[in-house]
């Protein structure tokens, strides 16, 4: 089953004068449930704007997008904003962490904001998910204590803690080692393979790329 098609979707990033970016340029694209895809291309090529609309961070100027059949342009901000924060989870480059907040706080988050999951229950889940990725100990720690890898798994388990349907990565393995990339993609092949997981890795790492089912290339905003 479809779970994201794109039809000529165009996204103009406006200057105010003939320097308009045109970021995306009719970009039509489908992704299967449970599929594990990356997104190639280099810096600037549209990678990173294309995830963000994905994702239902950023607008886009026309075309339409589908997300498990449901016709975004058409939805409301609230509908979409519960699409992002329970069917979506985003992994940033940077990590995205809240700095002076704990790990435990940072994986929270989600939970609290969609509100369903009773509060007796999100200590349990969330352990459970520090378990699995092997940060347990780390739980009440600061997350700007940890290292760049520890980091990295904290803001997986912020992403995937409410079992969303999509899973979004920008340039996840972008500050990281080889070993601790190498874990990483451990850790998103189990959670397709086992979880069901619907997974887009937004990269230029043929170390990464290689592993996936799919690959998409984009080039100056369009697939290719």
Request: charged fraction near 25%.
């Amino acid at each position: 089953m479809i779970m994201i098609e794109l039809v000529n979707i165009n996204k103009v990033y406006r200057k105010g004068n003939k320097n308009d970016v045109h970021a995306l340029k009719d970009v039509s694209l489908n992704i299967e449930e449970g599929e594990l895809v990356a997104l190639v291309g280099v810096s600037g090529s549209g990678k990173s704007t294309l995830l963000h609309i994905l994702g239902c961070l950023d607008d886009y100027d026309s075309g339409e997008y589908y997300f498990k059949g449901r016709n975004i342009t058409k939805l409301g901000s609230k509908q979409i904003a519960r699409i992002r924060n329970e069917e979506i989870g985003f992994v940033l480059q940077s990590f995205g962490l809240i700095l002076g907040n704990t790990v435990y706080n940072n994986i929270a988050l989600p939970l609290l904001l969609s509100n369903k999951t009773k509060v007796s229950e999100i200590e349990l889940k969330i352990d459970e998910i520090l378990k699995k990725l092997g940060i347990y100990q780390k739980k009440k720690n600061l997350v700007e204590s940890l290292s760049g890898g520890q980091q990295q798994r904290v803001a997986i388990a912020r992403a995937i803690i409410n079992n969303p349907l999509l899973i979004l990565a920008d340039e996840p393995t972008g500050h990281l080692d080889r070993s601790t990339s190498k874990d990483m993609m451990d850790i998103f092949h189990d959670l397709n393979k086992n979880e069901g997981a619907t997974i887009l890795i937004a990269t230029h790492d043929p170390f990464i790329y290689e592993q996936c089912h799919r690959i998409i290339r984009i080039d100056d905003g369009r697939i290719q």
